[in-house]
């Protein structure tokens, strides 16, 4: 793992494109990383041409996704030879958790993997990127539920939105990778939720 020398950078204007895949817990934590990244500086684009960093936020359930995000990493990685700034690319989530250092070291196709519980550690991770470095921070909480972190709700219909009230899985089914991708099992204090369904409601979304 690249320790991370400044945990503060600033974004300093830069865009952030963010695209999800897999199940409602992604959806969610892209919003979560959006919040802690717009808290640096940095501002979302739905124009993945117009970015500064680029995040895949993955599944590691479906094989199919996973053939779709190793497609779509490939795709950056040719556009990226046409750019002149500086572009970074990362995976998010189940899928960098589960394969961790291979998509830096064997395939390449990456300069960012950061695991669903090191989302806070984004900043840092980023800043040792543009520096040159291979980042990387896959280490599971039993902790962390990012209840303090407001999510910024990225393209809301203003009908739904997700709340997420806990982490993870206890549940050790031989078939299922979540105990692994997303540690064990912990919830939010309930406090926490009530007060983020509370500013939905003021915010007109979820109505």
């Known amino acids: 793992m690249v320790e991370s020398k400044n945990p503060s950078a600033d974004g300093g204007g830069k865009k952030l494109f963010l695209e999800s895949y897999g199940c409602q817990m992604n959806f ?8 802690i990244l717009m808290d640096k500086g940095f501002s979302t684009t739905q124009n993945f041409e117009e970015a500064d ?6 599944c590691a359930i479906r094989e199919n996704a996973e ?3 190793r497609n779509r990493l490939k795709r950056f990685l040719k556009k990226r030879k046409n750019i002149i700034r500086n572009l970074l690319v ?3 989530g189940c899928m960098a958790e589960r394969l961790k250092s291979q ?6 196709l990456v300069d960012i993997v950061v695991g669903p519980d090191a989302y806070r550690d984004l900043p840092g991770l980023i800043a040792e990127a543009e520096d040159g470095h291979k980042a990387i921070n896959v280490i599971l909480s039993k902790e962390e539920t990012y209840a303090d972190v407001t999510p910024v709700r990225l393209g809301t219909n203003g009908v739904n939105a997700y709340i997420s009230i806990m982490r ?9 990778v979540v105990p692994f991708t997303r540690g064990r099992e912990r919830s939010r204090e309930p406090e926490s939720i009530v007060a983020e369904a509370k500013d939905l409601l003021k915010e007109d979304i979820g109505k």
């Open 28 to 35: 969610s934590d892209s919003e979560i990383v959006a919040s």
């Open 53 to 58: 960093v680029i995040f895949l936020n993955t």
């Open 67 to 69: 053939l779709r995000v």
């Open 90 to 92: 990362g995976v998010l």
């Open 103 to 108: 998509f830096l070291e064997q395939e390449k």
């Open 168 to 176: 993870g899985c206890d549940n050790m089914c031989s078939f299922c």
